[in-house]
């Protein structure tokens, strides 16, 4: 069976959409991270640090968001 894929996952002619805006922040110990909200989720992104395990170079977890100004 051919592989319909274009090398990075996408099925081939596939349209991507747009799923989060991220934004770079730094920490308060100078390390940079990015976050952004998709739909209900607050997302948060950093690199992998020295010596965690895995070949992955960066982490993504999900919380609940902090309402936006105005209690959304």
Known sequence: MA???DGQGRA???PMIEAARLYEKVSAKGTAYWTGRM???KLLIWAKRDGQAGDHT???MVTAPTPRDGGR
Do not use: C, K, R
Request: charged letters at 10%; proline letters at 0%.
């Open 3 to 5: 592989n319909d894929t």
């Open 12 to 14: 081939a002619g596939a």
């Open 39 to 41: 739909g209900g989720l």
């Open 58 to 60: 960066h982490v993504m």
